[in-house]
């Protein structure tokens, strides 16, 4: 039984907070979503009955009564600032450390300190170093009743109603637990929740913060609680400030106990037994640091034994039994010498800043990429500023802020070239797209030369030997030139090669050969990937080869008129990409190009590893209550089968399955003549397989 279907007055004190803390949650969001999104989640009748309810609990409780209670807040006035909390027992700051030599410092230091000798055991816990706010939130009997931001350490801000709005933080513990106990950890926003919300903002013409860090810590620190609630925030729990009993007497084992308590605790962290090991895992999080969904600034090295923490105690404002190893900072700050624009493969002109090489998280970056026209305008980057690069795992750098003050006098705004800066052709912008592109085609050389790359890279036919360094040799002397050359290297310039520099009878050798596996027999996918087509990806490429089996048919149905129609048949291939395969295979230039190749390459048919079943490639969607299966269970099943599995019908279905109570979906399925099948049938024709 949900909490809302007990009567009022059989609540529990304890159920009544939980409601009423529920409450204020899904009626803040309504207000979020009602006032600031115009998308009502609640209808008006829902939305009266819950506010009906959430006044009859606070009569029976009024002990109860939430300061963001929404009986509270209708008219009312916001604070003028936060209240201040006096925290039962400090909170203190971190020692860091920055080098890896640093480590046997600090764990030198404690044996001292403890008088053990080298031999003596000592377990630290290491964890990751959670970029965000710390909290401290206070239970009494288990229940959740203040919340306060670190502050100065000894004084925090009364962050109560906010912090309770935070998804994960438990209103109440799961007992057993001390009679009085400070939980401390803290608040951060995942970089997905940070993207969205910047977008959101964005699209709302609102301030976009800078890092997940600011966007937690402008959302946590909001007078009105309801935007808080409206923000994605997460905690972590990590140590504990007062408490009125121990029940544990490891960090290790405190941890167990705030999981148990009902606290999210990261699930890096990790027991080490000496220094290597704490060192492994500082070098292990260091890799990991970039796929992780929220920031971390570095790991964190805690003494396990409780006896031996409160032996080490304090030193001014940070324990003497825990330390912060940093990474090195992943922002920095140089100057943007000089915006270059580079012309790629096909056409796109891609603005790139030359930068004052700078050492960005133990990297050293001397570009950052600008992205388009429309990103220095909104940014207002120009050359000679003083700029903030980003360097986010291994995604190019980026340009996150400029920092006007320090602009030079006689600074201009960047004004895009008009020409394409390697063959002068005219630069030309699709109305629908932010790019910029030059018109030269097949004249505009560097176009060429991408093309070129392209067309023998790891991922395309795959030529060892023909890294892009000898492309570009091999098109400035003029012997390759377009894709066809690369066939006719050997018989053309075979006797040059083997008289150039760095050349010698091996290397021309492994050459050839790896030339000659590619004419020998070459993947269709990888073939039709290589060309380049614009907006054509592998993922593409694969289904072209899959729908259409081989190279010639490809090419024939493209030119027919119902080329079209063929290509937007296929999922995930829509009008626009498939009006650029059209024009591409339809380009005089192209034709001739791609009969030559296909005489000097042994195309493959398309291998699908796959066994067919009368669903493979197919486009199934499921409506209606099944009877022997869940949703997930029939949908696996399908998806196992090689079909795609879509929410909704349309032209591009093929199969419909009817559950009990099907509803429109059935009924557009009959418009539209597609085949529907009964529960049985679906299984029926699984069972072929
Ligand atoms: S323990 C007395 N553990 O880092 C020790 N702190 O630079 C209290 N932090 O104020 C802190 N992750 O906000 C601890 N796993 C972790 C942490 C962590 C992040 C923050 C915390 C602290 C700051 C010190």
């Not at 402008?218 to 994605?232: C, E, F, M, N, Y």
């Not at 790629?344 to 133990?362: C, I, K, S, W, Y």
């Not at 498939?578 to 591409?584: K, L, M």
Request: charge should be negative.
């Amino acid at each position: 039984m949900s909490l809302r279907e007990i009567p009022v007055q059989d609540l529990t004190p304890l159920e009544a907070q939980a409601e009423l803390k529920e409450l204020a949650r899904t009626l803040a969001q309504a207000d979020v979503e009602y006032y600031q999104n115009d998308a009502p989640s609640l209808t008006d009748a829902q939305y009266d009955s819950l506010k009906k309810r959430n006044e009859a609990i606070e009569a029976l409780f009024p002990d109860l009564v939430l300061p963001e209670s929404p009986s509270l807040k209708v008219g009312a006035k916001a604070a003028e600032g936060f209240d201040k909390i006096t925290h039962l027992i400090p909170m203190l700051s971190l020692s860091n450390i920055f080098e890896e030599a640093d480590i046997l410092e600090f764990t030198d230091r404690i044996r001292r300190f403890l008088n053990l000798t080298a031999e003596d055991p000592l377990d630290f816990v290491a964890e990751p170093k959670i970029d965000g706010l710390s909290y401290s939130a206070l239970y009494e009997n288990g229940v959740y009743v203040k919340g306060a931001t670190r502050g100065d350490g000894a004084q925090g801000e009364d962050i109560t109603a906010n912090l309770s709005t935070i998804r994960g933080l438990p209103m109440k513990l799961q007992a057993p637990f001390p009679e009085k106990i400070e939980i401390r950890g803290e608040v951060y926003m995942t970089k997905a929740d940070f993207f969205a919300l910047n977008n959101e903002q964005e699209s709302l013409n609102k301030k976009t913060f800078a890092n997940p860090r600011n966007a937690a810590a402008g959302s946590l620190r909001q007078l009105d609680p309801s935007i808080t609630a409206s923000r994605k925030l997460s905690v972590f729990a990590y140590t504990v400030g007062f408490t009125s009993e121990e029940l544990w007497t490891t960090h290790a084992e405190l941890l167990e106990h705030l999981k148990r308590w009902g606290f999210p605790v990261s699930p890096e962290i990790q027991l080490c037994h000496n220094d290597d090991e704490l060192l492994a895992y500082y070098r292990q999080m260091g890799e990991k640091r970039a796929a992780l969904s929220y920031d971390i600034d570095g790991v964190v090295y805690k003494i396990n034994r409780m006896d031996y923490q409160r032996r080490l105690g304090f030193i001014s404002r940070a324990p003497r039994w825990a330390i912060a190893h940093k990474f090195p900072p992943m922002q920095a700050q140089t100057i943007l010498k000089k915006i270059r624009v580079q012309v790629g493969r096909t056409g796109a002109l891609t603005p790139v800043a030359d930068l004052e090489p700078v050492n960005v998280g133990g990297v050293m970056v001397s570009h950052a990429t600008l992205h388009n026209a429309d990103e220095i305008e909104r940014k207002d980057i120009r050359e000679a500023d003083t700029v903030i690069i980003q360097r986010a795992g291994d995604v190019i750098p980026q340009i996150v802020a400029v920092l006007k003050d320090k602009r030079p006098s006689n600074s201009q705004p960047f004004e895009f070239p008009k020409q394409c800066p390697i063959c002068h052709s005219h630069v030309a912008r699709d109305p629908d797209e932010a790019a910029h592109y030059c018109t030269g085609g097949l004249i505009c050389s560097k176009q060429a030369v991408e093309r070129l790359k392209h067309f023998v890279s790891r991922d395309a036919l795959d030529i060892e030997g023909l890294g892009k360094k000898n492309i570009e040799a091999f098109f400035e002397k003029g012997w390759i030139k377009t894709p066809i050359d690369v066939f006719y290297l050997k018989e053309r310039h075979g006797e040059a090669l083997l008289n150039t520099e760095g050349w010698g009878e091996k290397s021309v050798q492994n050459l050839w050969d790896a030339i000659q596996k590619v004419a020998d027999g070459t993947a269709l996918d990888k073939f039709i990937f290589a060309l380049g087509i614009r907006q054509v990806g592998q993922s593409t490429a694969r289904l072209l080869a899959e729908q259409f089996g081989s190279f010639s048919h490809l090419s024939e149905e493209m030119k027919k008129d119902t080329a079209m129609e063929e290509l937007t048949r296929i999922d995930g291939i829509g009008e626009v990409m498939a009006a650029d395969i059209i024009d591409f295979f339809n380009e005089p230039n192209n034709e001739k190009l791609l009969e030559e190749l296909q005489n000097k390459i042994n195309l493959l048919p398309f291998q699908t590893n796959r066994i067919q079943t009368p669903f493979t490639g197919k486009t199934v969607v499921f409506t209606g209550s099944l009877e022997h299966m869940t949703r997930m269970e029939a949908k696996s099943l399908a998806l196992a089968a090689g079909a795609k599995v879509s929410g909704s019908v349309s032209a591009k279905t093929d199969f419909v399955v009817l559950g009990a109570d099907a509803g429109s979906k059935a009924k557009k399925a009959a418009e539209l003549g597609i085949r529907t099948l009964s529960e049985k049938e679906f299984k029926d024709m699984l069972e072929i397989i």
